[in-house]
Structure formats: C-alpha cells, structure tokens
C-alpha cells in the first residue's frame, strides 16, 4: 500500500521560504515520478512542480518557476519542495502525489496523493 505524507507547511510572512517533504513507502520509489500541487481556498487543486524518477527531468508551473526547486533522495525514498520569495497566493494546501512513468502535469495521471500540508502566506 503506497502512502506518501507531507511536513513541512506551515505559516510565514511574504518574501519568507520554507521547504516541504513528502516521505513515501510501499513502492519503489527510484521508478516513480514524482509531483507536487497545490489547492488554494475555493479554487481546484493545480500542478506545482515535478521530478522525473532519477531526477534529470524536473518541470514547474510559470507561477512558481524561478521560486520554487524540487528535489529527491531516493536513498531516503523523499521528494522535497524548496519554497523561496513566498508570495500570498502561495497559500493553500500542499500535495505530493506519485506516478509510474514520466513526469506529468495533470491530477488524474497520478495514482497516490498524500493528506497534504497547509502553507500559509501573510503579507
């Protein structure tokens, strides 16, 4: 049974970082590409950023590109979301999500999602 579980959110001032992890287990993980989205408040759930399963390949949305990195270790089988220059609408509840295959951006293409993390940005 895959189960992916994020850390790492809380709540910081604008211009603030901060950096989420998402510890995965019950697959094998250097064979998964890796994601992350976000679902502010009232809005639907959107694609952050992801990462290709060895690493090479990572691919973030226009909003977050030049902000935000992710990384992974797959000897810690853990994906990694390095948050910097938070602005406002950065706030809203964090995701990883897990896939076989290559990096995509859509929801329905993953299989397994996390609980998910709240980050909250204050001007």
């Known amino acids: 049974q895959v189960q992916l579980v994020e850390s790492g959110g809380g709540s910081v001032q604008a211009g603030g970082s901060l950096r989420l992890s998402c510890a995965a287990s019950?697959?094998?993980?250097?064979?998964?590409?890796m994601g992350w989205f976000r679902q502010p408040p009232g809005l639907e759930r959107e694609f952050v950023a992801a990462?290709?399963?060895?690493?090479?390949?990572?691919d973030y949305a226009d909003s977050v590109k030049g902000r935000f990195t992710i990384s992974r270790d797959n000897a810690k089988n853990t994906v990694y979301l390095q948050m910097n220059s938070l602005k406002p609408e950065d706030t809203a509840v964090y995701y990883c999500?897990?896939?076989?295959?290559?990096?995509?951006?859509?929801?329905?293409?993953?299989?397994?999602w996390g609980q998910g993390t709240q980050v909250t940005v204050s001007s």
């Open positions: 999500a897990a896939r076989p295959g290559w990096t995509l951006r859509r929801t329905q293409d993953y299989d397994s």
């Open positions: 019950g697959l094998t993980f250097s064979r998964y590409s």
């Open positions: 990462i290709s399963w060895r690493g090479a390949a990572t």
